[in-house]
């Protein structure tokens, strides 16, 4: 076969970024981390520990899982291989988690699970309705899939207003790239509930935040529904979310699946101190247990507690939760930990969560 010079030196740029440039990037990133961990850890540990504590008491967004059964199988998530029980909350005991919740202060719910969709959820809509009425409750959010985020729910989902923030994950702008993805073949099913929805928006007059996160390599960001995006976006109707490299869901996800469908694995972080998901984001999932981590840890090896036994309060400030954070900042992390590489440590200040930085400068002020 003839190669063009043009295309030669395209195929010897793009091995340099692969195998030079990209992972010395991550390298020097990775070199970056340590240096700047260390010097935190070493000087500052006090610091950072005395303002996160402060900042605990209450869960800055409270991940409900509604359900945790999903109609995808998404080539990046571990869902496909869950072995824990499927199960959807019963309403009853979403009403009173929810009451505990505001009783603490809490003004921010999530209903996006570890794994599951919310439009599988049977009562999805009561939820909203419920977190929609009590004004205590500031905002909402969930991500979906959007399989079955139809037309006819547009309407009724924009009557939640700038109290909700759909999400829908986008597993690529051509039929194939999403098939191999989603692990479905749904591409213009979705596309089409997008474009409804945004419609429906628009007509309304809706400020509702409505974003697409990008599960798909940027080489395929392109083709005609990603130039639609696009005029969504100078429009305001849209905005996007973009996330480059895939997480291995504590070794769930292989980096070779991830590879085959041009996504790129997270590299395993440098660990050192506790990981800043145990200081903010518990879950309640939908068999009433309490489990640290709303993110990464699909089994739920991380409970703290039983909402059929103790308060969320008790839960949220008992000994469970103070052991798992001691366990961590002695680097004696549970299994689930030790292979996850979504860790942060909270002495990162180049990955540490904004949120948690802004919470604990205002409880500093106080
Ligand atoms: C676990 S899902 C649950 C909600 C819903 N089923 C969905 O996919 O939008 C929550 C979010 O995590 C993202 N996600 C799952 N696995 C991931 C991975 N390995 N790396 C980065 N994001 C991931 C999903 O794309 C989704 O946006
Ligand atoms: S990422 Fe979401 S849609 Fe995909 S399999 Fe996991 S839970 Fe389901
Ligand atoms: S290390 Fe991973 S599994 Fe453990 S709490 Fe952090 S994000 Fe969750």
Redesign the pocket.
Known sequence: MNYSFGQRSQTALSWVNTHLLRPSRHYLGWLLDLVATEYCFRLQRRSIRQILEATRQLPQNLHLEGTNI?N?K?V??AYPQMERAKETMPMEQFRRIVDEYVAMGGKYVSL???????FVDRDLFQRLDDLYQRPQIEGFD????GILMKRQLSEKLLRYGDKLHI???WGGFDRQTYHAIMGVDYFDLVRRNIEAFIEAKRKAGSSMRFSL?L?CPPSNWVGDFWEQCQHYIQEGLLDLQK?VM????AGK?DGEALKNVGLEAVLPPYKRGACELLFRKPVVLANGKVNACACRDVEAELIIGDLNESSLAEIWTGHAIDELIDRHERGDFPDVCKRCTWYTSIYNPRKCNARINKAALAAMRE
């Open positions: 999903c995808a998404c990046f998530c996006t699970p570890i794994v599951g969709d919310p969930f991500y979906t899939n999400q829908v994950s996160a599960r996330v895939f997480d291995s869901w996800v």
